[in-house]
């Protein structure tokens, strides 16, 4: 069974940099596709980042592009999530998901196993 695990969570202040990490139970991550998703309070999960399992394709949301680099190691089976540029409105719990098929920023429902989250706290 595929368990994914989020960290690199924190409090930050705006235009300040985060590592989210997702560190996978199998040695095999590398057929699974990952998704980065938020979901701030009292909004609906929203995602940010996608990338294939040969890391051959990627894909970010409007939001995020430029700021957000989405990569994966499969030797090591984990999936970073790099963030500069933190906006306040980046404030939200960061959840890596694992599928085994890759679209172009696919949607949440596509996505079949689930990290526990991280906080992404962007404050002054």
């Known amino acids: 069974q595929l368990q994914l695990v989020e960290s690199g969570g924190g409090l930050v202040q705006p235009g300040g940099s985060l590592r989210l990490s997702c560190a996978a139970s199998?040695?095999?991550?590398?057929?699974?596709?990952i998704g980065w998703f938020r979901q701030a309070p009292g909004k609906e999960r929203e995602g940010v980042a996608w990338?294939?399992?040969?890391?051959?394709?990627?894909s970010y949301a409007d939001s995020v592009k430029g700021r957000f680099t989405i990569s994966r190691d499969n030797a090591k089976n984990t999936v970073d999530l790099q963030m500069n540029d933190l906006r306040p409105e980046d404030t939200a719990i960061y959840y890596c998901?694992?599928?085994?098929?890759?679209?172009?920023?696919?949607?949440?429902?596509?996505?079949?196993?689930w990290g526990q989250g991280t906080q992404v706290t962007v404050s002054s």
């Open positions: 998901a694992a599928t085994r098929i890759y679209q172009d920023k696919g949607p949440a429902h596509q996505y079949n196993y």
């Open positions: 199998i040695t095999t991550l590398r057929y699974y596709a």
């Open positions: 990338i294939s399992g040969g890391a051959t394709q990627k």
